[in-house]
């Protein structure tokens, strides 16, 4: 009995953005320069198991507290920036420090000191509790307030609304922080802010391409971790557009089901997968489909970021 016929449509614009190569390349050279004494990374370094887990394989050791690095030890801190009291922390406690916080993250922490030492109060639309949006209250030198959704948005009742601005995190769906965006402004004429300039063009290019494949397939695939707020955002987005949609941490997760009946289905991944994991899904599906594959879009061209400070690792090779 033959096999049935399914189109794979992969976005050509998927998996590693530059942010992530440069922390991966942090960690990788932290462990080369100091091969006798632990390299800790607070957090995951990226929000993908597999990545940390080859990582620890090589010697990393992964923390969420910085009380469990010993004194002079050397810790690199995530692609998702920290709070300026753990970068104090890391100095009381003689921590050699690799900072491996992705450049447009920085851009952020740095409109988050600059607003609130103005005295406003900063308004951060992202995700509560998600580390990326911790580590940018933590950078305030002023009261800030997370807003999540409209509703909060709409809600919202600040003691001076003629004293407010606004950042947005990194990896929201620019339609989701528009919206957000929309009303504050509505409600304060008075606000500040970058729209949704500081949402990454990473994360843009992908949803951009999630949007084309939705034009032509029946259901997509994001491969991704649950942790993941760009990986989510893409299967919502998915979703949004009227096409059934699943996220995946790893080609196993796939429910066969989900692709019966279909002829086409799109696939993709989100800034922190390696391409390793869309290939193996690839191979799932194959194993039971006629498959064909083709690549819709052109592939993305990072820029250049400038690398993690070789003083911090050169610190390391002669310490």
Known sequence: MSKPRIEIVLAATRGFCAGVERAIHAVERALELSPEAPVHVRHAIVHNQRVVQGLERRGAHFVEELATVPKGGTVVFSAHGVAAAVEGEARARRLRVVDATCPLV????????????????????????????????????????????????????????????????????????????????????????????????????????????????????????????????????????????VLIATAAELAMPFLEGVRTVGLTSGASVPESIVQETIGRIAAQYEVTVRELGLPERSPRLHPVSYAELDALAHA
């Open 106 to 245: 920085r851009r952020v922490h740095h409109e988050a000191e600059r607003q609130t030492k103005a005295g406003r109060l900063l308004v951060v639309i992202g995700h509560r509790g998600h580390v990326e949006v911790t580590g940018i209250v933590g950078r305030c030198q002023g009261p800030a307030v997370v807003v999540e959704t409209v509703a909060e948005a709409e809600a919202l009742a600040p003691a001076d609304p003629a004293r407010l601005a606004f950042v947005v995190q990194t990896t929201l769906a620019v339609d989701e922080a528009r919206r957000i965006i929309d009303v504050l402004r509505q409600r304060f004429p008075q606000i500040t802010g970058p729209d949704t300039r500081t949402i990454c063009y990473a994360t843009q290019n992908r949803q951009n391409a999630v949007a084309g494949l939705c034009q032509n397939v029946q259901r997509v695939i994001v491969c991704g971790d649950r942790s993941s707020s760009n990986s989510n955002r893409l299967r919502e987005l998915a979703e949004a557009a009227g096409r059934p949609a």
